[in-house]
């Protein structure tokens, strides 16, 4: 099963990259997918990879979910 998880993306860098930020932690990742991504933008990340730009309602929300998943799981 794979999973895709949604980034806000801090900076723009050269070379198809960007520095997002996933729930305080930053990481660089591939932009090449995801033409026309500015600071600001939610992506669908997968693999170290944006898969498509998402919207904030969207992207807060899947993150609620996976937080609560995560709370609900066992010890």
Request: proline share 3%.
């Amino acid at each position: 099963m794979c999973l895709a998880i949604p980034a806000r993306v801090v900076e723009i860098l050269d070379d198809h990259k960007a520095l997002v930020d996933l729930q305080g932690n930053t990481r660089e990742v591939s932009t090449f997918l995801v033409p026309g991504v500015k600071e600001g933008d939610y992506l669908l990340l997968h693999a170290g990879a944006g898969l498509e730009i998402i919207d904030e309602v969207e992207a807060l929300e899947t993150l609620r979910i996976i937080s609560l998943l995560l709370e609900s799981g066992d010890d």
